[in-house]
């Protein structure tokens, strides 16, 4: 059973930090690229950052570039996202994400194999 939990969310003052934790389990996670992927209401979910675990390559939307950072721990199967200078417009649903098969993905309704439950990002003004 392929599982993924997402953690980290919460509540942030604009300019603030978080950091989003992705555990997997189920796969090899050197297989798989993994992705953070939001969904603000009333929004199509949106891939923001993607990393491919096999290499480390990583890649961002434009809406985060230089604010967000994506890094992954092989071993222990788990994914981060560091999010500075968060917005209010970054407030989401934060889900992570695995695909098999391609580097990840961005951009609105990503493809992914796999997905989690999500946590809440809120950013206030």
């Known amino acids: 059973e392929v599982q993924l939990q997402a953690s980290g969310g919460g509540l942030v003052q604009a300019g603030g930090s978080l950091r989003l934790s992705c555990s997997a389990s189920?796969?090899?996670?050197?297989?798989?690229?993994i992705g953070w992927v939001r969904q603000a209401p009333g929004k199509e979910r949106e891939g923001v950052s993607c990393?491919?675990?096999?290499?480390?390559?990583?890649r961002y939307a434009d809406s985060v570039k230089g604010r967000f950072t994506i890094s992954s721990d092989n071993a222990k199967n788990t994914i981060y996202l560091q999010m500075n200078s968060l917005k209010p417009e970054d407030t989401a649903v934060y889900f992570c994400a695995a695909d098999y098969g391609s580097r990840g993905y961005l951009g609105v309704r990503p493809p992914y194999d796999y997905w989690g439950q999500g946590t809440q990002v809120t950013v206030s003004s």
């Open positions: 189920g796969i090899t996670f050197g297989e798989y690229a």
């Open positions: 990393i491919s675990s096999a290499d480390g390559s990583a």
